[in-house]
């Protein structure tokens, strides 16, 4: 498990989960307890369907560095800057791609949201100093961003004309979406960051960082973070806000994942202790349930927890 993958956990409802099992994307539904394969990238997988710019000849025996779901769409990356991209109601994949040859190639994050013009857009993280994205219908690169050092996560703003970046740096970046300019620069973070997340009202995001730190700001005031929220072992890998902005969610890369009241102005917080490394969390649109992906030598284990503050480990499996 590389210490830098925590989003590797995505829920499209409060039944319906996908994560990362070894090369396997799997499904859990939490409504018939059945865990199924979605997606199997141990072997060689190719695009089903012919678009402009896609490697037809597909991947062979690729290792996923993270996964992104929403809806009935499906974007996975890889380590070597793959992109494969796959409808959940289609067998096979619909488009991939690799976005860099560069040797330091790692996709770090995918996000998958709905654009301006009304359609259904992606973007990537890379390594290669670069924030690509990608429309889902003709799966054309609209934009690439290039930035002085890796990019480890960016993340889009409720109304889709900012974007945070964070990466190898000590500073945040906050760049206009359509032209890829620095319009402002939160400045407090001690060492490079790995997680970024956007509040639905669209004014507050939170950064995540390697100095155990999880910093909240403000747009209208950059001058300092609204909140300095400290970890207890590791880096701010991960970072959720629930979808009425009620709660923020962090995690960890091992065995602790806090879950702040946002309406308290992040004073209050209850804390989940687990042993194992935490792959990802996610939280339902729906705002009922928190899964948080917790991997262990020789297993993965799916944890479900709910808004009555109960919790239990939903599957395991080698």
């Known amino acids: 498990m590389n210490l830098q993958l925590r989003n590797l956990v995505w829920t499209t409802s409060k ?31 190719a695009p089903t369907e012919k678009h ?36 959940l109601d289609r067998k096979g994949i619909t488009f991939c791609t690799r976005t860099t040859y560069d040797d330091n190639a790692i ?24 924030m690509r994205e990608y429309d889902t219908e003709r799966f054309q690169l609209l934009n690439h961003f290039q930035f002085p050092w890796p990019v480890n996560h960016t993340s889009i703003s409720p109304d889709r004309r900012l974007i945070t970046v964070v990466g190898d740096h000590l500073d945040a970046l906050l760049v206009d979406s359509q032209n890829g300019k620095t319009v ?6 001690r060492d490079y960051s790995f ?31 609204v909140a300095t929220l400290k970890g207890n072992l590791g880096a ?34 209850q804390e989940m202790d687990f042993f194992g490394e935490i792959s990802g969390v996610s ?3 729906d705002d009922e349930c928190l899964y948080i992906g917790i991997w262990d030598r020789t297993y993965a284990s799916l944890l479900q927890y709910n808004k009555r503050h109960s919790y239990g480990y939903l599957d395991s499996y080698l």
């Open 184 to 189: 402002a620069t939160a400045v407090g973070h």
């Open 195 to 225: 997680a970024s997340a956007w509040h639905p009202d669209g004014r507050v995001f939170a950064t995540g960082n390697q100095d155990k730190t999880c910093r909240v700001w403000d747009i209208r005031n950059l001058a300092m973070p």
């Open 283 to 285: 939280v339902s649109p």
């Open 15 to 45: 039944h319906d989960v996908y994560l990362m099992s070894n090369f396997s994307v799997m499904h859990w539904s939490s409504s018939s307890c059945n865990l199924s394969e979605v997606l199997n990238f141990a072997g060689h997988v």
């Open 52 to 87: 402009p710019g896609s490697l037809l000849e597909g991947f062979t025996q690729t290792q996923i560095s993270t996964l992104a779901v929403k809806d009935n769409f499906m974007v996975a990356g890889g380590f070597q800057g793959e992109l494969a991209f796959k409808h």
């Open 107 to 130: 996709t770090n994050a995918i996000e998958i949201y709905d654009s301006l013009s009304g359609g259904i857009n992606f973007m990537a993280s890379n390594n290669d100093c670069s």
């Open 236 to 269: 701010v890998r991960s970072i959720r806000f629930s979808s009425d902005g009620q709660f923020m969610i962090v995690a960890e890369p091992a065995d602790f994942v806090h879950v702040y009241n946002a309406k308290s102005n992040y004073t209050e917080r």
